[in-house]
């Protein structure tokens, strides 16, 4: 009986992950995916990470993702000069390539972002929200997932779970808080996850 | 009678702005809300004022309370707010007539109330929770989602 129970119960977590699509996770190696540069190029992800790698999912609109523009140039250009890659998408099915550069441009952002047409890779990573971060290290394997800081108001910032992450695994150090969260906007996909 | 009547309006705007004024809440009163519901099928509105999806479907939602209310419905609203944005939210409120009291979330930390709620969700907005008459969550929508199948979900329970 106890083992039709476990059976049932691990086919339940089987089909929960399935239906939500989620394959990446703190502790899981990244495959490869590929995402579309802003004139419509298909670009991999192999070709775009470097030793240690972050995913930001983004959005032009979210009012929570915009509070963090400067922070995120800050954090792209002190941590680029320590080798690593950023990767910023925007994975909202109603925010268009056109309008994603437009608002870059507006913004003042100093990387490139990328789009996630049909919300493919924010259904791998299994992200909700904008802005949503996650650090992956030299063997592909998701370090830490969650918000850049704690925050909106820099001035209440009381945790840097970003910045703690990369610090650690630049130092080859475990990530003390690998999972952080925070209220932000739902990425607006083509299909409802729940 | 000119001074009366400026009288009147501003008592009327003390009186309604008092009403709608946001009570905090935190995960200990989070719990307490949901115990203190038993007995009704009880959906938690977390919304924002930067939420515009949010603020989009609150008409709705108020109309499926007034709709539902007498079958043993209660809608409760829970702003994640900042405290800087809470006149702005008791203003929306207002506006869409929103039940009352309304709520706005006052946690020592954002993550560990996030996490008392449902550790699956990661804080995004909109997000409603549904209970049933025992007090136990059936599920949640994480996202906007067609007021039909939030409906179908309420009446189910009733």
Redesign the interface.
Known sequence: MKRVAIFAALLATLLLGEAFGQEFKVGSTVSDFTLSDLKGNTVSFSSLRGPTTVVIFISTRCPISNSFNDRMNDIYEDYSAKGVKFVFINANANESADEVAKHAKSVGFVFPVYKDFNNVVADRFGAQSTPETYVIDHDGVIRYHGYIEDSTNPARVKRHGLKDALDAVLAGQPVATAETKAFGCTIKRVRPTS | MKRFEFLGVLAAAFCSSASAALVPIDEAGFRKLVAGSRGKVLLIDFW?T????CREELPQLVKLSRRLSSRGFRLITIS?D?PEQQAKAELVLKQQGAPLPAYRKQAAD??KF??SIDPK??????ALFLFDKTGRMV???????PMSEVEAAVTKLL
């Open positions: 924002a930067w939420c515009v999806p994640a900042e954002d993550e996030i996490n969700w990661s804080g995004a907005l909109p599920r949640s929508f994480i996202g906007e989602v």
